[in-house]
């Protein structure tokens, strides 16, 4: 059960007169005892605001329908996929017989304009109806593999960073897994299985292949956009809010999710605004509503293969075929951390060395110790987080000055943390385990030493690589891959006269924001203020056209 007060931000009640203002968005309809308003696996159905009677919610993840939630006078049904576009997880019926006001879904994009306020208590009661029934014991998608295995780890990832509920059932230490491999016939060589929501069985799907299943991808129109972001990441997404917010069609790529290399961080405590910090994943939760709600599209999986650079607009191929024509592009994939160079590393990514560190990879090591390599505040929140869900976590740094790289309530925090110890001058130098990771062997870098440390997990945040291998040779960067913009960006090449805006690339009409950007400051809120910025240069851009 949940407390009264999140009760009352995810089931509120509309009063007569916010129910009078939205009955022009749609139409009165009287629905008979047990008649289905939208059912489980459905897309774009309306959104429904109950007048009298009564909807019951049901939902069936589990194998047999079981009531979740009803919906009294007053009360509206729907959650975040409402927006996003992607089927519904639960089924509402009418207990008795029930009078609806019945909005289409479409027209919840002019609910925001012409109902703010009841916009935002629609909007707190979407993130806080997901958030319980992620809470909750809702099976959701059912997962099943091996902890030992990367592709049962890179399935569970992209599920949550799409917000969809799943369960997952270790293949290991899970006394249901033999009986629900028998139910779905499956051998354990053929895991990981993906149990679509009870609508189809998969077979170590591809990103892909999961995102078709559960709707999460969706058809892109033969339209010209007026913006393409490419990442989304919090440069993307807040360029995606500002697009779309001040009128700009504007679509989203992302290669696996929302979030980028800040979604994988736990716990963000110096983003203005959230004094008790906030997870990377909460915050790009709250973004993807955001800017969907202003009618921003998403389409994720999408790998960019390609630009085509032009001067009316620009041609992006993705890797499955599909092309998209945009007069402006948003470059926003950002960098990955560096891979760990030490012996047998390769062996165990994924399988016990991780490039992020969210709740998905702190499970795998639950009952163990853990090390964290990185002296940036990514690293720094990875070993405060891990500290509280392990069994011990060593943080390690090539320096000897915690706080050269880390910001001081975070270098403070983890230097009084009894659960940390701290390893400054000292480097990974092998890895080692039969199966799974066991053992991190350690050097220091000022005396050669070397010692050894049973270890479940090692968590890398060192460096940062861009992903820019697919951009064309008309967007310059610099000998390491990182683009180029404003002054730096102009080349011989350049076509106008003017001088490039301080957002843009080498090629007028593109630009970049965030890490991928060269000369960029690595934190959230510079991201989101470039993001934000190089909206207002696409309007600068447009009306040159």
């Known amino acids: 059960m949940h407390d009264a007060a999140q009760n009352a931000v995810a089931f509120p009640r509309l009063n007569d007169e916010q129910i009078a203002a939205l009955s022009e968005l749609g139409e009165r309809r009287v629905f008979s005892d047990g008649e289905v308003f939208f059912r489980e696996g459905e897309s774009g159905f309306p959104f429904f605001v109950v007048v009298s009677g009564r909807m019951q919610i049901v939902e069936s993840s589990s194998g047999e329908p079981r009531p979740v939630a009803a919906h009294e006078p007053g009360e509206f049904s729907g959650d975040v996929d409402m927006l996003s576009g992607r089927p519904a997880v639960v089924t509402g019926l009418a207990d008795g017989e029930t009078e609806a006001l019945v909005i289409p879904v479409d027209n919840l994009k002019l609910l925001v304009k012409r109902c703010p306020d009841v916009s935002d208590i629609v909007m707190r009661a979407f993130l806080e109806r997901r958030r319980i029934l992620i809470d909750s014991d809702f099976v959701g998608v059912r997962v099943i593999g091996s902890r030992f295995s990367p592709d049962t780890l890179r399935i569970r ?9 799943f369960t997952w059932t270790d293949l290991e230490n899970d006394a249901e897994a033999e ?7 499956v051998c354990p060589e053929e895991t990981p299985v993906v149990s679509c929501e009870g609508r189809s069985l998969l077979r170590n799907p591809s990103n892909s292949e999961l995102a078709e299943c559960l709707g999460i991808k969706r058809p892109l129109d033969d339209a010209v956009y007026d913006l393409t972001v490419i990442g989304a990441g919090p440069a993307g997404l807040a360029a995606a809010v500002y697009g779309a917010s001040e009128g700009l069609r504007t679509l989203v790529l992302d290669k696996t999710g929302p979030g980028g290399q800040a979604g ?13 910090g906030l997870s990377g994943a909460d915050l790009a939760e709250r973004a993807v509503l955001q800017a969907s709600k202003f009618g921003a599209e998403f389409s994720v999986p999408s790998e960019v293969a390609g630009v085509e650079c032009g001067n009316g607009y620009h041609r992006i191929t993705l890797a499955d075929g599909a092309e998209i024509r945009t007069k402006a592009i948003l470059i926003a994939t950002g960098a990955s951390y560096r891979k760990l160079p030490a012996e047998r590393v390769e062996d165990f990514e994924g399988n016990g060395v991780f490039y992020a560190c969210t709740a998905v990879e702190a499970q795998l090591c639950a009952d163990g110790k853990a090390v964290v390599v990185g002296g940036g505040n990514s690293a720094g929140q990875a070993a405060v987080f891990l500290s509280g869900r392990t069994q011990g976590v060593s943080l390690m740094i090539r320096g000897d000055d915690l706080g050269k790289s880390m910001s001081e309530y975070l270098a403070t925090r983890i230097e009084s943390n009894p659960s940390i110890e701290l390893l400054k001058n000292s480097e990974i130098h092998a890895v080692d385990g039969n199966g799974s990771l066991d053992q991190v062997r350690i050097r220091n870098r000022q005396d050669g030493s070397e010692r050894t440390l049973d270890s479940k997990a090692v968590f890398v945040f060192i460096g940062a690589a861009p992903h820019t291998t697919w951009l064309p040779e008309c967007v310059a960067t610099d000998d390491k891959g990182f683009v180029l913009t ?7 090449r350049w076509p106008l006269e003017r001088d490039p805006m301080p957002l843009e690339t080498s090629t007028p009409g593109i630009f970049a924001a965030g890490d991928v950007r060269w000369n960029s400051v690595k934190r959230v809120a510079s991201a989101v203020g470039e993001g934000s910025m190089t909206v207002h240069l696409v309007h600068r851009y447009l009306a040159e056209k």
Do not use: C, H, V
Not at 157 to 165: D, T, V, Y
Not at 179 to 185: A, H, M, N, Q
Not at 264 to 276: A, D
Not at 486 to 492: F, M, Q, S, V, W
């Open 157 to 165: 990832e992209f599920l949550a960073k799409n917000g969809q509920p």
């Open 179 to 185: 009986t629900l491999l028998k139910r779905f016939e």
């Open 264 to 276: 994988t961080s736990s716990k963000i405590e110096n983003y203005m605004g959230f004094p008790t």
């Open 486 to 492: 404003g002054r730096d960006a102009k080349t011989e």
